[in-house]
């Protein structure tokens, strides 16, 4: 027997959309700024720059209430985009399919992070309805 409805995202907080919007700005920065920021020598360190930029903006989103489907098709979507305004609209930068892979696996780890860091509010019953 089941006890009714799951539980519901609970409404997000002013934080949680600050958040969002801070998120988002910083990946719009680093994703389209006319010049790629000089990096250290570490190699790959740009790989984990692009996973952790596209993570966080699905982890905040998902934090909001955002259909998790939604925004991973709208992230992957953006990730590829990105990568093609780079190359053909920034003269000082130059797109690359592992950045967008990078993207994509920073897309599948922010919605698991999200997906487990969501409040929950308990489902609500029907007026008279017993809960088992």
Known sequence: MTDGPAPSPASPSTSDRVLLAVTVAV??????APRAPSTP????IDKVVHA?????????AVRCG????WV?????AHAAL???????????RSGDPLDAL??????VLGLALGRQSVPR?????PEGARRV
């Open 27 to 32: 990946q719009l920065v680093v994703l389209y």
């Open 52 to 60: 952790a930029v596209f993570g966080a903006v699905a982890w905040a």
């Open 66 to 69: 955002f259909p998790a489907r």
């Open 121 to 125: 509010r308990p489902a609500r019953t």
């Open 102 to 107: 990078a993207d994509t696996v920073g897309v």
């Open 72 to 76: 991973a098709a709208v992230l992957v």
């Open 82 to 92: 990105s990568e093609v305004a780079q190359h053909l609209l920034l003269a000082q």
């Open 41 to 44: 020598s570490i190699p790959g």
